[in-house]
């Protein structure tokens, strides 16, 4: 390995409890367990957060195990770069990832957002998400947050009482922007009688319909909104295959390993035409931070996972009139 020091790699479990259970298309969650990776050089510090990828079993032992098999490389002094051939995507990939991005901020004096070649961060529009409950719940839910805030609501893959829940909470919130996401709840059949109930509710986006492996079902289906890949796009190698049969390619850092991977797929998608989205597996600020800064290249903002946790970390970031707003100190400083 070629780093220039040799490396502390420190790797703990955190437990973040919700305020309440958050029920989506075959799942109930209560908590999300994360790994906090830290990296020194005995001067400086990296921090980087993974949440994990619950439908590829990347849970927080998974996560832990990862790690832990390249601990001697990484203090070692094995680069940014190398850490890319040393572990697959996944949630340990991003803690490892981003906790050496914010290091080489600190040792450059230099905030990710330079290093990374964007521009300065600027507050993003973001959706916040309203989980699958009963369309009486939700429609209250809609009312009782942001109003400013752009709506993400979650499907079961039951059609009429997806169709009840989207009447619901469209005459709760006329006038407001709403996607929905299906976690992978339908089947082509039923998703062909889903689209109608969709476009009377002037629904925006739709997030996987069809389990992930099915992408072929979507062949010759007429799109009335953009559709959106999450499950079916874990990495930058699934990236071309969407084009045809999705429009938006949604990019999460516990999916793709961590900010290097998914500012390639951002880029990748543009070359392919498509629409790039930045959504999280309901992590701390500390897994929002590094998205946000992602999110600056993105169409769609869905980074709103800490507003599910009991207590988020302090500082954190901040969500008013509808937007994110990650203040300096949070990460990548």
Not at 150 to 173: F, I, N, Q
Request: a negative charge; hydrophobic letters at 45%; aromatic letters at 6%.
């Amino acid at each position: 390995m070629r780093g220039a020091k040799r490396l502390t790699l420190s790797l703990t479990i955190e437990r973040f409890p919700y305020h309440k259970p958050f029920r989506i298309s075959g799942h109930v969650f209560a908590e999300t367990a994360v790994l906090v990776a830290e990296i020194s050089d005995g001067e400086h510090r990296g921090r980087g957060e993974g949440a994990g990828v619950y439908y590829l079993g990347d849970d927080a032992a998974h996560m832990l195990a990862e790690a832990e098999r390249v601990r001697g490389p990484i203090e070692a002094g094995a680069t940014r770069a190398e850490l890319q051939a040393l572990l697959p995507p996944g949630g340990a990939r991003n803690a490892l990832d981003c906790a050496y991005w914010e290091l080489e901020a600190q040792q450059t004096g230099k905030p990710v957002w330079q290093l990374a070649g964007l521009d300065r961060a600027r507050p993003l529009r973001s959706t916040l998400t309203l989980g699958a409950d009963t369309p009486e719940a939700m429609a209250a839910g809609a009312l009782a947050i942001d109003p400013e805030a752009p709506l993400k609501l979650k499907l079961t893959g039951e059609l009429g009482e997806d169709s009840a829940r989207l009447a619901a909470v469209r005459m709760a919130r006329p006038d407001a922007w709403i996607g929905v996401d299906a976690n992978q709840g339908y089947a082509i059949e039923t998703l062909r009688l889903l689209l109608p109930v969709l476009v009377a509710n002037g629904i925006a986006l739709l997030e996987q319909p069809l389990a992930r492996g099915r992408e072929s079902d979507l062949d010759g289906l007429k799109r009335p909104m953009p559709f959106a890949a999450d499950e079916s796009a874990v990495s930058l190698a699934d990236t071309t295959g969407l084009v045809g049969r999705f429009d938006v390619v949604n990019i999460k850092l516990d999916k793709c390993g961590g900010l290097t991977e998914g500012l390639a797929i951002a880029g990748r998608a543009r070359q392919l035409g498509l629409e790039v989205m930045v959504g999280n597996m309901m992590g701390s600020s500390l897994s929002m931070a590094p998205a946000y800064l992602l999110g600056q290249l993105c169409d769609v903002v869905d980074l709103d996972g800490p507003t599910f946790l009991a207590q988020d970390r302090t500082p954190g970031v901040v969500y008013r009139h509808g937007q994110i707003l990650c203040p300096d100190g949070v990460w990548g400083d």
